[in-house]
């Protein structure tokens, strides 16, 4: 894949043109805020709330979402994907004319049909590769956090240029923007989220806690070394690779975790990862998703509720609370 930076993209190409940021959340707020501070003409689109009051406080016209998506010659859609496709239908779409620019942070909604752009606007991707929180702290900084780029309809013959200008614009040039495709980075993320940055280490830890306890080992014990020196490793993967994390730990640990990790995470878990891509890939999982959200999302809010009332969550709940968290 090839590495955008700064020095390769032309932010000119945007001045001139009114940039509507739909949704101010983390991603919506970090980005507006971004792109603003680069120099870009930036209004919010939202309901009335204490969204649309921070938003003015901090400095944007902010506008109800159809007058904002009229306003926009790019139209940045930040709400739950979930959402979108209403929004998109009753308030986006009719707004949308000859040339303007639709713009999303994941391809969901594109990849799966839930959204059809009419044929004469562009369709594009900026995703950066981090919360948005952290997005703006790196970018006061001088940095950046890196960005996913693609275009799924080019009507002008100017989608990638905007779409990588996009992506400088809230300072991912400066760290490195990659380019690849709507269903590239739908499926790939999708499946990270599930079998390894929020489903994986999850049960991991979960798992890891049920052994020790029901071993007799006291839980508060237990959750130090399967959750919270978690963080602690996962910075030195960040920041070092994974060799460079194993350089880093006891010769002890080293040993450990490069000859019996194999034997836990093994080629059972390895299938059950294929089985969860497969689902991703052929449509399987965003049937469920939309099914169980447009049914109110009774089996997600059972399993968030199993998962708040977990030992590990009480045991966690009052050592944070020792060491002076929340």
């Known amino acids: 894949m090839r590495v955008y930076h700064d020095e390769d993209i032309d932010l000119d190409l945007l001045r001139?043109?009114?940039?509507?940021?739909?949704?101010?959340?983390?991603?919506?707020?970090?980005?507006?805020?971004?792109?603003?501070?680069?120099?870009?003409?930036?209004?919010?689109?939202?309901?009335?709330?204490?969204?649309?009051?921070?938003?003015?406080?901090?400095?944007?016209?902010?506008?109800?979402?159809?007058?904002?998506?009229?306003?926009?010659?790019?139209?940045?859609?930040?709400?739950?994907?979930?959402?979108?496709p209403k929004v998109y239908e009753d308030q986006i779409r009719p707004h949308l004319s000859e040339g303007k620019t639709l713009q999303f942070a994941h391809g969901f909604n594109i990849h799966f049909g839930r959204i059809t752009p009419p044929e004469f606007v562009d369709v594009i991707m900026v995703a950066p590769k981090a919360p948005g929180p952290e997005m703006r702290r790196q970018y006061e900084a001088g940095f950046g956090v890196p960005a996913l780029v693609a275009v799924h309809q080019d009507y002008t013959g100017e989608a990638?240029?905007?779409?990588?200008?996009?992506?400088?614009?809230?300072?991912?040039?400066?760290?490195?923007?990659?380019?690849?495709?709507?269903?590239?980075?739908?499926?790939?993320?999708?499946?990270?989220?599930?079998?390894?940055?929020?489903?994986?280490?999850?049960?991991?830890?979960?798992?890891?806690?049920?052994?020790?306890?029901?071993?007799?080992?006291?839980?508060?014990?237990?959750?130090?070394?399967?959750?919270?020196?978690?963080?602690?490793?996962?910075?030195?993967?960040?920041?070092?690779?994974?060799?460079?994390m194993y350089r880093a730990v006891s010769e002890t640990a080293r040993y450990g975790g490069l000859s019996i990790g194999p034997a836990i995470i093994d080629d059972h878990v390895e299938e059950n990862m294929r089985r969860a891509l497969k689902a991703v890939r052929d449509g399987g999982f965003a049937e469920r998703w939309i099914e169980e959200y447009e049914r109110g999302c009774p089996e997600l809010q059972r399993l968030l509720e199993e998962c708040e009332n977990l030992e590990i969550e009480r045991v966690g709940r009052e050592i944070r609370r020792m060491a002076g968290g929340v």
């Open 16 to 84: 001139g043109r009114t940039v509507a940021v739909i949704g101010y959340g983390s991603q919506g707020r970090a980005q507006a805020l971004n792109m603003r501070d680069s120099g870009l003409d930036v209004v919010i689109g939202l309901r009335r709330g204490a969204s649309w009051t921070r938003a003015e406080e901090e400095g944007f016209d902010v506008h109800p979402v159809s007058e904002a998506a009229e306003l926009g010659d790019i139209i940045v859609m930040l709400i739950p994907d979930m959402a979108q």
């Open 160 to 244: 990638r240029a905007k779409a990588l200008a996009m992506a400088k614009a809230i300072g991912s040039g400066r760290v490195g923007i990659l380019e690849t495709t709507f269903r590239e980075e739908t499926e790939s993320d999708l499946f990270g989220e599930q079998a390894v940055l929020c489903g994986g280490v999850d049960q991991l830890i979960r798992r890891g806690f049920k052994v020790l306890v029901e071993a007799g080992y006291p839980p508060e014990l237990a959750y130090f070394e399967v959750l919270n020196e978690l963080k602690l490793i996962v910075d030195l993967i960040y920041r070092q690779g994974i060799s460079g």
